[in-house]
């Protein structure tokens, strides 16, 4: 039997073509394609400004310290989310905590965050920066948590790696929160292989994202010290980094984003399928709700334990024993070793640990057959002995 991966890039002609153009020009990295991605992606999320970046981690990490984070500074994020999520505020020195998820949507509860800041404002010991992560390509309770911002007085950096293309409230991810980070990894919703996109609405931060990126480096004459000296003059204004995306990347992303809607499309077909057919599983299956549309990055599922004596360990076994690639998102981040030696251990986040004690993504990609995921259901179903 082939192999069925659980996700992988979707590369046409034309997203090759694009490439080949990039490499018989005269800019491979540092070029203007860098610039035509950025505001292309930029008006299609309905933001102001986008700054491409080497991958979202280091999307993640400028943002923090765009916003002045720092080693006195306190940072929440989810535990159901991949380590970048939180090793970003780390590597800006600061202290680190989570908040717990809801069980449905799997994103950082609006209800659980209400109670940590409320225990956190009388021991004076709110957050400073909140890191909602979109978990699958679904948003989070952003109106509540801008809501909870102001009254608080935190910053918001959505972590929106799975949900390019995801809307909220009518609109496109990318304008909510002060800072948006997007993943163009290649398994993600459209890709450059790796690289990140930074959005924000903020002409100031987007300089100082941009400025980060290139080894805190700038050409602009008003952010210098002195006069410049002539046309090849630049200043180091801070401590920066090399996170720049090149134009053959840019071009990739630029072909992909031409297709967002068609790669959507696709995939959301598939999820229509899959609910279909397992309807009446002992499965807890992804949330849809009336006021967003998730980018379905994922397609994640819960052995229900309160309906089958079939374990999520053995229904794995056999889905990889039949050759389909099934994973699972996320092993919580507090239960990490490195976490654990800052003071975190299992029982912190019960919600998280739940799901990921349940947690099953199975195959979805705009590529697959209807024969294909024909084979998963199939062979989910004789593992859950259906």
């Known amino acids: 039997m082939d192999f069925i991966p659980y996700s992988c890039q979707d590369i046409t002609r034309a997203d090759i073509e694009a490439v080949n153009r990039i490499l018989v020009s005269e800019f491979l990295t540092q070029g203007p ?5 950025e505001a292309a992606f930029a008006k299609c999320h309905e933001a102001e400004h986008a700054v491409a970046v080497s991958n979202a981690t280091a999307g993640l990490h400028l943002a923090l310290l765009a916003l002045e984070v720092g080693p006195q500074s306190r940072v929440w994020t989810s535990p159901n989310s991949f380590v970048a999520s939180a090793n970003a505020a780390r590597y800006c020195g600061a202290h680190i905590d989570f908040v717990d998820i809801d069980a449905r949507s799997r994103n950082m509860s609006v209800e659980q965050l209400r109670r940590k800041l409320e225990h956190a404002e009388a021991a004076r010991q709110l957050p400073d920066v909140l890191i909602p992560v979109d978990f699958s390509g679904l948003s989070a309770d952003l109106r509540e948590m801008r809501a909870l ?10 972590d929106a790696s799975h949900a390019a293309g995801a809307s909220y409230l009518g609109k496109r991810i990318g304008s909510f929160a002060d800072i948006t980070v997007f993943s163009f990894h290649a398994v993600k919703i459209i890709t450059t292989a790796e690289g990140g996109m930074v959005l924000t609405n903020s002409g100031a931060l987007a300089q100082r994202v941009r400025q980060l990126r290139s080894h805190g480096i700038t050409r602009v004459a008003s952010e210098m010290k002195q006069e410049p000296e002539g046309p090849w003059y630049y200043e180091q204004v801070s401590l920066g980094f090399n996170f720049r995306m090149t134009d053959l990347q840019a071009a990739l992303g630029l072909s992909q984003l031409g297709r967002l809607d068609e790669l959507l499309a696709q995939r959301c077909a598939l999820v229509d399928r899959y609910s279909h057919s397992l309807e009446g599983l002992p499965l807890l299956l992804p949330a849809q709700m009336n006021d967003r549309q998730s980018s379905w990055h994922l397609y994640a599922i819960e052995i229900d334990g309160t309906r089958t004596n079939v374990t999520r360990q053995a229904v794995f076994a056999h889905l990889r024993g039949a050759n389909i690639g099934v994973n699972v998102h996320y092993i ?3 239960t990490q070793p490195y976490y654990r030696n800052l003071g975190f251990d299992w029982g912190d986040f019960p919600a998280s640990e739940q799901y990921y004690r349940r947690a099953i993504s199975i195959p979805m990609f705009p590529a697959m057959t209807r024969a294909q995921q024909d084979r998963v259901t199939s062979e989910l179903k004789r593992a859950l002995h259906a």
């Open 149 to 158: 911002a102001d009254k608080f007085g935190f910053k918001i950096v959505e």
């Open 33 to 37: 394609t860098i610039a035509a991605f």
């Open 332 to 334: 919580p981040i507090h």
